[in-house]
């Protein structure tokens, strides 16, 4: 079973083949608010929740939000803009050309100074500021390329005074939680404030249960990660903006940084942007992506995330199954009984929940154990056990079918829905039942039960066994 979870972002490259995107691997859908309006996305959200119900397959929904973002507007064309010659952002709404495209912060121009540079487009093209007409820019470019619409934009150092959550935000977020979404992506988060607020939107809508994923991609959140990791529920390592608001050369280093905070805390960590990026125009990716989605899996990642490649490339599936083909060679190299000996998954906060997920994957080292099956309500403790690395998987069992969702975007674990039963031994053998049936293990394995007695109840894990599946399960 591979163990690391992919993300693909829908768009117009997946319409009609949700079922296939299932099918060949994907464990979460993403919905990118920075494009695309209610409408489309309520559309694409139903006909994932129709996919998913066919093929009774938990895949979970996250809405991405645009954030206090700034980006172009629409153009006529795609354009190709050459080194040396000149453009302006105007914040009027136009078809853009060659010659001037709209600015989506109407307020850029009190911001910038001369000789600035602003990026587009991730950083691939680089305009460099050279006066103020009104309350246009104009810009000299310094390194051109081929230019479409709605591409971000990035100002390093200029202190725009965008607020965390614009009203589009807002009014997004309230949508997402009508349709029923597993989790929220915030984008430009800079402080637990932020995330704080949207916690408080959840609360008034009594919704309470679903999870914020913080998106990394600025100096203040880099300053302030330990105390975003900390009311968050996961973290995406957005390397697009974050390598153009800090030297890129720093990127990888914060990568690997933000892996191990992440994991070291228990919180899920998603790797992003530019996975195997060639991929959105070519059938094969550079030996160079490869490398860099393998290493990620090396480092420990939950999480990887495919965007354009599958939102708007040509060879979604392609994509999709070379992801999976990456993954699950690399971890087919990693020895994880070796690293948890070698103590590289160690957690921060210790207490009676971890060092009963520590032991408990530790025995399933020792034991070569086939599973590790653990009932939850709240998810706390199987994503505790998902921290240590165990080499085998983790069946989750749960009541909810948002909680088996959000679990499925968790470092290997496989969730299962099963209706919790007072006697422990009645449900234990109801439980192992399902997963001979679904052959997630076989009569004859060796696995690890864990739970809480009574069973189900997180928070009270006390319990820990080594059964052989088939055999009676004995009371405890």
Not at 208 to 215: L, N, P, R
Not at 426 to 448: M, N, P, R, S, Y
């Amino acid at each position: 079973m591979r163990k690391t979870k992919i993300i693909c972002t829908m768009g117009p490259a997946t319409e009609g083949i949700y079922e296939d995107m299932i099918l060949n691997g994907m464990d979460a859908a993403r919905f990118n608010f920075s494009h695309e309006n209610h409408e489309v996305h309520g559309h694409r959200i139903k006909t994932m929740k129709v996919a998913r119900a066919k093929l009774n397959q938990p895949i979970p929904l996250i809405v991405d939000t645009k954030g206090p973002e700034m980006r172009i507007g629409v153009l006529k064309n795609k354009v190709n803009l050459v080194n040396g010659e000149i453009i302006k952002l105007i914040s009027e709404e136009i078809e853009g050309d060659e010659k001037a495209v709209t600015i989506s912060f109407k307020d850029l121009y009190k911001s910038v100074s001369i000789g600035q540079s602003i990026y587009i487009d991730d950083g691939r093209i680089n305009l460099e500021v050279v006066s103020i007409e009104g309350t246009d820019i104009v810009c000299k470019i310094i390194a051109g390329g081929v230019l479409s619409s709605r591409k971000g934009v990035n100002v390093p150092g200029c202190i725009t005074g965008l607020p965390f959550m614009t009203e589009k935000d807002r009014a997004d977020i309230e949508f997402a939680v009508d349709q029923d979404v597993d989790f929220i992506a915030l984008s430009f988060v800079s402080n637990a404030k932020d995330v704080e607020s949207v916690r408080e939107i959840f609360k008034q809508k009594n919704r309470e249960d679903i999870k914020i994923i913080s998106k990394i991609e600025n100096t203040e959140a880099i300053k302030n990660i330990d105390e975003i990791i900390a009311v968050s529920d996961s973290i995406m390592i957005a390397r697009g903006d974050l390598g153009i608001e800090l030297p890129v050369k720093s990127v990888p280093i914060i990568q690997k940084k933000l892996i191990k905070k992440c994991y070291t805390s228990s919180k899920p960590v998603i790797v992003a942007t530019q996975m195997l990026e060639s991929m959105t125009d070519n059938p094969v990716p550079t030996r160079a992506e490869v490398s860099d989605v393998a290493n990620a899996i090396y480092d420990g990642t939950s999480v990887v995330m495919l965007s354009g490649e599958t939102a708007a490339g040509k060879y979604p599936i392609e994509t999709l199954r070379m992801m999976t083909t990456v993954i699950l060679e690399t971890e087919n190299d990693i020895d994880y009984k070796v690293k948890l000996d070698e103590g590289a998954w160690k957690v921060i906060d210790q207490n009676v929940i971890n060092a009963i997920s520590e032991v408990t994957v530790i025995a399933a080292s020792k034991i070569d154990a086939k599973a590790i099956v653990v009932p939850t309500r709240s998810g706390n403790s199987v994503r505790m056990i998902s921290s240590f690395r165990p080499a085998c998987p983790i069946i989750a069992i749960t009541l909810e079918e948002g909680l088996q969702r959000q679990l499925n975007l968790s470092w290997g674990i496989k969730p299962m829905m099963s209706k919790f039963i007072g006697d422990q031994k009645e449900f234990f053998e109801k439980v192992l039942d399902q997963a001979v049936a679904t052959k997630l293990v076989e009569k004859g394995d060796l696995i690890i039960l864990t739970a809480g007695i009574p069973t189900g109840y997180d928070g009270k894990t006390n319990m820990l066994k080594m059964h052989k599946v088939g055999d009676e399960v004995i009371g405890g």
